[in-house]
Nanobody, 124 residues
């Protein structure tokens, strides 16, 4: 069974930066797409960023393009989300997810494995 564990969340001021990590274990991830999602109170869970594990190709939600960067370290089986120029509206619980395909999926239901989430709070 695939296990995903997020870390790195916390409280940060607007315009600040934060880096989230997702440690993956249980199997190899060469054919996987890894994604970051977020969910704010009273809102639907939404896609943030994705990466194809083997080739490293990335894709992003329009709301975070130019501010967030997703990357991976193959040796550590870890995916990162570097968040810069944070805004109050970025406040949410951030989840790491994985799917067993190469498609650039953005829907939560397309992802099979999920971490427990890590809280990111941006203050004004």
């Amino acid at each position: 069974q695939v296990q995903l564990v997020e870390s790195g969340g916390g409280l940060v001021q607007a315009e600040g930066s934060l880096r989230l990590s997702c440690a993956a274990s249980g199997r190899t991830f060469g054919t996987y797409v890894m994604g970051w999602f977020r969910q704010a109170p009273g809102k639907e869970r939404e896609f943030v960023a994705g990466i194809r594990w083997s080739a490293g190709g990335t894709f992003y939600a329009d709301s975070v393009k130019g501010r967030f960067t997703i990357s991976r370290d193959n040796a550590k089986n870890t995916v990162y989300l570097q968040m810069n120029s944070l805004k109050v509206e970025d406040t949410a619980v951030y989840y790491c997810a994985a799917r067993e395909n190469y498609g650039m999926a953005r829907a939560p239901n397309d992802y099979s494995y999920w971490g427990q989430g890590t809280q990111v709070t941006v203050s004004s």
